[in-house]
């Protein structure tokens, strides 16, 4: 039976859906990475079409980038900076271009991913070092609006990002995007009720997993690895996006509740039906349109010219 309130393709997503519950082989972690760049091409190619989008390798400030425009956008001056997901493990700035391209059509800025380096080979700081020199550089020198975003692991980075910005002082982004924001990676089930099974793409295994290899040793409660334990005060405007079938989903709560005591100005939209980063999926009408109320948010934020179409 279809539930109430989703698509008919999202549904059929989850009835054909099956989560693998083995473990991963590290010893072949570069293949596997490779493997699931191939398995979500489609997906990058579409959004390459979709949104016109120009790609090229760069590097800022040692790290490895890429930097996407949307040549239908209406491009103006400025930066959105886009953290990619896939459990600080695996994932591209490629793999991510549903987001990134719906993200640099509606909000009509240069997108800067950068390739940050990735467990287990590079574990935690690594990642977080990689995105916070990125974004050191880049607000040191945009002369623009600059936004921050991020899925899961990413919006993680996102958070730590910004919280290290806050302390050094330096610019923060004029608003933030935060998709099923992986904020806390301690493995009490308890904590991921009552979304502990409901999810079809993301399972506490898999939190296991991320903890032992990136974790890298530290204290789950460590603000540096679980930014909701970090100081939320001057945090800029915020949206989250999650789903009721999302693993994070209370995750995600707590972390909006976090927020809204520190008095940010934060939305938290909650997807009825909907699994973690659903937004990743193109196929569903769903993600285009989280995407595009996200875009909304960050335009309205950064008081930016509404985006084509608008």
Not at 38 to 48: L, N, Q, T, Y
Not at 193 to 201: K, Q, Y
């Amino acid at each position: 039976m279809r539930k109430p309130g989703i698509s008919p393709q999202a549904q059929a997503f989850l009835d054909s859906y099956v989560q693998s519950s083995a473990p991963t082989d590290f010893s072949r972690i570069v293949e596997l990475r490779e493997e699931i760049r191939a398995a979500f091409s489609a997906g990058a190619e579409r959004a390459i079409s979709r949104y016109d989008l120009i790609r090229e390798d760069i590097e800022i400030a040692g790290v490895p980038c890429e930097r996407i425009v949307s040549r239908s956008g209406q491009t103006s001056k400025g930066t959105l900076v886009y953290l990619f997901g896939g459990g600080f493990i695996v994932g591209c700035p490629y793999s991510d271009l549903p987001v990134i391209g719906a993200l640099a059509y509606w909000c009509g800025l240069e997108v800067i991913a950068p390739k940050y380096r990735l467990a287990p080979e590079y574990p935690a700081p690594c990642a977080a070092d990689d995105c916070f020199s990125v974004w050191r550089h880049i607000s040191a020198d945009c002369s623009g609006p600059l936004l921050l975003a991020g899925e899961s692991a990413g919006g993680n980075l996102a958070v730590v990002v910004a919280q290290r910005a806050i302390t050094e002082g330096i610019a923060l982004p004029c608003a933030m995007a935060l998709l099923s924001p992986a904020v806390d990676l301690r493995t009490d089930p308890l904590l991921y009720e009552p979304t502990t099974h409901a999810d079809p793409t993301l399972s506490l295994d898999h939190i296991g997993e991320v903890l032992q290899v990136y974790g890298n040793g530290i204290d789950p409660g460590n603000a540096e690895l679980s930014p909701l334990f970090g100081d939320f005060k001057g945090m800029p405007p915020t949206i989250i996006t999650t789903g009721t079938r999302d693993l994070l989903l209370s995750m995600c709560l707590r972390f909006y509740r976090q927020l809204v005591r520190a008095g940010v100005d934060v939305e938290c939209r909650v997807w009825d039906g909907l699994w973690h980063v659903f937004e990743y999926y193109d196929d569903y009408p769903e993600a285009a349109e989280s995407l595009k109320e996200i875009s909304e948010f960050l335009n309205v934020k950064a008081s930016l010219k509404s985006g084509p179409g608008e």
